[in-house]
T-cell receptor, first 111, second 114 residues
Framework: GQNIDQPTEMTATEGAIVQINCTYQ??????LFWYQQHAGEAPTFLSY??LDGLEEKGRFSSFLSRSKGYSYLLLKELQMKDSASYLC????????????WGLGTSLAVNP | DVKVTQSSRYLVKRTGEKVFLECVQD?????MFWYRQDPGLGLRLIYF???????EKGDIPEGYSVSREKKERFSLILESASTNQTSMYLC?????????????FGPGTRLTVT
């Protein structure tokens, strides 16, 4: 079967660093996405990884290890506005337009 | 900027009614998707379309149908609404077919069926 696992909830302090993990088992792999979703709003795209390694984009970085079926999203210098749900999604191989979605990790940033 | 709009933010319908949810994107994207999102169940794909008049079932198509008569518009139809279809409905679009371009989401429609 196809499966994506993320922690359900995480808590962190303003100004700190937090790492949100995502492990996946899918039939084929053609990229992994991270999305941010604030309560009551639509998901917005954060990052995309298809090759192993770290992609940095401002305060946010995303890492991928294809051999381990593992990714993480790293958020630095946390701000209160980073309180949101973070969704991991994987695209399978081939001409498959669908994404396989994790259930999301709800991050609470406390002052 | 890509813009995906949905016809209503909130909708209340009665059991048995036929419900239409409309989605429009303005970036000439080939792919359009309809999801529902429920607490503890995450995003679940209902249907998607990769071209005008083309559609494919997602993971939970039962009780739903779709229509894509124009490239920019993708409609979700609940033929006979039931209370278990109360949910947040999200439309998304993406560019291209073979490349895994990111999906852009509309603001969502919170549907309540009473």
């Amino acid at each position: 079967g196809q499966n994506i696992d993320q922690p359900t909830e995480m808590t962190a302090t303003e100004g700190a660093i937090v790492q949100i993990n995502c492990t996946y088992q899918t039939s084929g792999f053609n990229g992994l996405f991270w999305y941010q979703q604030h309560a009551g709003e639509a998901p917005t795209f954060l990052s995309y990884n298809v090759l192993d390694g770290l992609e940095e984009k401002g305060r946010f970085s995303s890492f991928l290890s294809r051999s381990k079926g593992y990714s993480y999203l790293l958020l630095k210098e946390l701000q209160m506005k980073d309180s949101a749900s973070y969704l991991c999604a994987v695209k399978g191989a081939g001409n498959n337009r669908k994404l396989i979605w994790g259930l999301g990790t709800s991050l609470a940033v406390n002052p | 900027d890509v813009k995906v709009t949905q016809s209503s933010r909130y909708l209340v319908k009665r059991t048995g009614e036929k419900v239409f949810l409309e989605c429009v994107q303005d970036m000439d994207h080939e792919n359009m998707f309809w999801y529902r999102q429920d607490p503890g169940l995450g995003l679940r794909l209902i249907y998607f379309s990769y071209d005008v008049k083309m559609k494919e079932k997602g993971d939970i198509p039962e009780g739903y149908s779709v229509s894509r008569e124009k490239k920019e518009r993708f409609s979700l139809i609940l033929e006979s609404a039931s209370t278990n279809q109360t949910s947040m409905y999200l439309c998304a679009s993406s560019l291209g077919t073979l490349n895994p371009y990111e999906q852009y989401f509309g603001p969502g429609t919170r549907l309540t069926v009473t």
